[in-house]
């Protein structure tokens, strides 16, 4: 494939309050390996293919790959484990998760948060990856039969034994994100450093509440989904139900419910009026709708890296070209605000309106921007 211009690849961003630098794109790998009969998924990616899309990642400049256990039920992991042992270890930042349930057999103890099954998923990953440390580790998602305490003091005792270098954490609300932080803090331990949350023009509810911790904490936020499980690939049109690939298989699967790719059903009118608006920004750029999508994400002050997912080769090119080299103006990324922004429900509409501009650095002066120079 081509070689690609330095001016077009990745830029580099601090995560969070660490001293790592990321890409502004991190590699999604949700669609490495066979996905199990439970998920049904089409589309996922063989070895093969896998090892060619990490390798051209690599050549944009990209040293970021996000992965979980559970994807593929551990196919992914293995995926990225096979590849990782021909590079050099310290070049690349891997990011997992942890806290479905990965046993072969039925087990109440073999899911969620506690110290047992935290330990355990860690090992594991780690034999799956080939590596003898994890950069970023985060728990997917709250668990309420486990105390704070506990999930918080396991993740620090496995950075100081030396398994996982950074804790995070994923999909939280915004009292659950700050009950992590306030609780880190009470107990002296190793705060988490980023948060992986849903974010995207169809989905910008955490900037109501977990996003406003993470600006006041310094906490990466490295969105999931970017393009609403292929809502914003420029594929979906009003009136014509999708029918074939990943698309068709959700809109033929609406009763199975995903927040990642929603049922063809529920896209509202709002939804196909962002669209639209995102088709003439990107038809005005020379660019495509994905791209688009990509790039307002980039540009939001409190981004990080955006975990992108690609099946081939072509959409990983059409992904990484949203990583540098142009922007969307002010006057574009305003017509995709509004276009995108939902009816503020209370107390938000009246906080935010009441406050206005009114920020005061001298207060918030906890709050680093994670943007490099």
């Excluded at 929603?262 to 495509?288: C, H, M, R, W």
């Excluded at 995709?336 to 009441?354: C, G, H």
Aim: charged share 25%; glycine share 8%; proline share 4%.
């Amino acid at each position: 494939m081509a070689a690609i211009p330095e001016e077009k690849k990745c830029v580099y961003n601090f995560l969070g309050r660490s001293g790592i630098q990321v890409s502004n794109l991190c590699l999604g790998t949700m669609t490495f390996g066979e996905a199990t009969l439970a998920a049904g998924i089409p589309g996922q990616s063989n070895d093969e293919e896998s090892f060619k899309i990490l390798n051209r990642f690599g050549e944009w400049g990209g040293n970021f790959i996000d992965t979980a256990d559970i994807y593929g039920h551990g196919n992914s992991e293995t995926i990225v484990g096979k590849w990782l042992e021909s590079q050099p270890r310290d070049k690349w930042i891997i990011a997992t998760k942890g806290r479905g349930n990965m046993g072969t057999t039925v087990n109440i103890n073999n899911q969620a948060l506690s110290r047992r099954h935290i330990i355990e998923a860690v090992d594991a990953s780690l034999k799956r990856l080939r590596t003898d440390y994890i950069d970023l580790y985060q728990p997917h998602g709250w668990d309420d039969g486990t105390p704070v305490e506990e999930v918080l003091r396991t993740l620090d005792d496995l950075v100081r034994c030396g398994k996982i270098r950074y804790p995070g954490f994923c999909n939280t609300t915004g009292w659950q994100l700050q009950k992590i932080v306030s609780t880190s803090e009470k107990l002296g331990l190793n705060p988490i450093i980023s948060l992986q949350q849903q974010y995207n023009l169809a989905c910008r509810d955490s900037e109501l509440e977990p996003f406003q911790v993470c600006k006041n904490e310094g906490i990466a936020v490295l969105p999931w989904s970017p393009l609403k499980g292929g809502v914003f690939s420029g594929k979906i049109k009003r009136n014509q139900r999708p029918t074939e690939g990943r698309l068709g298989w959700v809109a033929e699967n609406e009763k199975r419910g995903s927040q990642a790719g929603p049922a063809y059903s529920n896209l509202d009118e709002q939804i196909f009026k962002t669209l639209d608006v995102a088709e003439e920004v990107a038809k005005n750029k020379g660019v495509s709708v994905p791209q688009v999508a990509l790039r307002w994400l980039l540009q939001k002050d409190v981004v990080t890296s955006v975990i992108i997912g690609a099946r081939t080769l072509a959409q990983l090119e059409d992904n990484m070209s949203a990583a540098n080299g142009w922007s969307l103006s002010k006057e574009e990324m305003q017509q995709l605000d509004d276009a995108s922004q939902r009816p503020l429900p209370y107390p938000y509409e009246m906080i935010f309106r009441m406050n206005g501009n009114r920020l005061n650095t001298n207060v918030n002066d906890s709050y680093v921007r994670s943007k490099s120079s």
